[in-house]
Structures are given as structure tokens and as C-alpha cells.
T-cell receptor
Framework: SQTIHQWPATLVQPVGSPLSLECTVE??????LYWYRQAAGRGLQLLFY??????ISSEVPQNLSASRPQDRQFILSSKKLLLSDSGFYLC?????????????FGQGTRLTVV | DAKTTQPTSMDCAEGRAANLPCNHS???????VYWYRQIHSQGPQYIIH???NNETNEMASLIITEDRKSSTLILPHATLRDTAVYYC????????????FGKGTRLHILP
């Protein structure tokens, strides 16, 4: 069966520090991968999605970037965190290669920028 | 993808059926209706999807109107653990593309 791993679960970082969140999927190949952010009390905002290695689509211009160095690995990064980067970050995957279906989410990382 | 409209919040008594509506009047012929829910502090969970026929699984039932302009997610015997935000999404299946979530319906199950 397929599983998605996302870490860390919680993170407290000072303003101006770098960020790296990692997400990996097991049990499937060529998945579509997604990063979402949910600010406190707000909805899910799609940040990035990827249909293959090195293929990243950015939905919202901001202080973040994403990379997909391997088929089942998706990384969210920032060079310098802002207070507004605080939120609940969620990674998700769906079946790829033109068979895109429902998405399956990780447990999320709660980031607090102080 | 077609836009959806859902009530902001709903209440339902524990043990009763929870009926969550969703309007998608601009849905196109190849778009499916998907439902997810997000329990507090967790990632969203896929519930069910359908094209035009009613669907049922171990979690819920999905009723889609004949003109496909609206649908209802039914939780047959709601429990306190069903308290969550429920999202209705309309999108083309079998396509590699972004998945956009709206604001959803906050369902409160009352003891």
C-alpha cells in the first residue's frame, strides 16, 4: 500500500532563518505531488505541484520554493522565513501519468515563525 | 475546473444523518465530484467521488442530481468524530493537474 511521510510534525523557526520541509511517498511510482499551506483558521492554499522530477508549477508567488530531486521526494524550502510563513504545511500525492485521481495527504508540519 | 458553493457551517445531532449540500452549476460533462474532509489539525482525507450515479462506500453516500448541478454528501449515522470541515471539489478525472480546495462546510456534530 501507499504511504506518505512528512516531517517534522512541528517546527519553530526565527524570522530570517532558512526552511526545508521534506515529503516522501512510498509504494507508488510517478506520483503527482503537492504542497499546500493552511494559515490559522483559513482554507487550504495550493503552493506548488509537480507531475515529474524537476517539473514544478508554482501557484502563488511568495517567499517559498519547491524541488523534486527524486520521483517520490518533494521538498519545500525558503532562504529567509517571514512571520507570514507561519502555518500548517501539507504534502499530498495522487496517481500520476494521466491517471490523476483523488489526493492523499500527509499529517502536516505546523510551522511557527517567531 | 468548475466552481463549487457550500454552506459555511452546519449542525447535526449525533446519530442522525448529516446531509451536506454542494452546488456546482457550471460542471462540465467530464468533471467528477469529489468530497474530502479535514479533521482539526490533520491533513484532509478523501471520502468519495462520483460522476453521475449515486455512490456509496464505507464512509458515506454521494447523491448527484440528474442535471449534475448539485450533490449531497450523506453521513448516515453521524458521530462526534465526524466533526470536521468538508470540502466539495469538481475536477476532471484522469488528468495530472492542480487540486484546488474551496472553503468547505464546517460540520458540527452535537451530542
Amino acid at each position: 500500500s501507499q504511504t506518505i511521510h512528512q516531517w517534522p510534525a512541528t517546527l519553530v523557526q526565527p524570522v530570517g532563518s532558512p526552511l526545508s520541509l521534506e515529503c516522501t511517498v512510498e509504494g507508488t511510482s510517478n506520483p503527482n505531488l503537492y504542497w499546500y499551506r493552511q494559515a490559522a483558521g483559513r482554507g487550504l492554499q495550493l503552493l506548488f505541484y509537480s507531475v515529474g522530477i524537476g517539473q514544478i508549477s508554482s501557484e502563488v508567488p511568495q517567499n517559498l520554493s519547491a524541488s523534486r530531486p527524486q520521483d517520490r521526494q518533494f521538498i519545500l524550502s525558503s532562504k529567509k522565513l517571514l512571520l507570514s510563513d507561519s502555518g500548517f504545511y501539507l504534502c499530498a500525492w495522487s496517481v500520476g501519468r494521466g491517471r490523476g485521481t483523488e489526493a492523499f495527504f500527509g499529517q502536516g508540519t505546523r510551522l511557527t515563525v517567531v | 475546473d468548475a466552481k463549487t458553493t457550500q454552506p459555511t457551517s452546519m449542525d447535526c445531532a449525533e446519530g442522525r444523518a448529516a446531509n451536506l449540500p454542494c452546488n456546482h452549476s457550471t460542471i462540465s460533462g467530464n468533471e467528477y465530484v469529489y468530497w474530502y474532509r479535514q479533521i482539526h489539525s490533520q491533513g484532509p482525507q478523501y471520502i468519495i467521488h462520483g460522476l453521475k450515479n449515486n455512490e456509496t462506500n464505507e464512509m458515506a453516500s454521494l447523491i448527484i442530481t440528474e442535471d449534475r448541478k448539485s450533490s449531497t454528501l450523506i453521513l448516515p449515522h453521524a458521530t462526534l468524530r465526524d466533526t470536521a470541515v468538508y470540502y466539495c471539489i469538481v475536477r476532471v478525472r484522469w488528468r495530472d493537474d492542480k487540486i484546488i480546495f474551496g472553503k468547505g462546510t464546517r460540520l458540527h456534530i452535537l451530542p
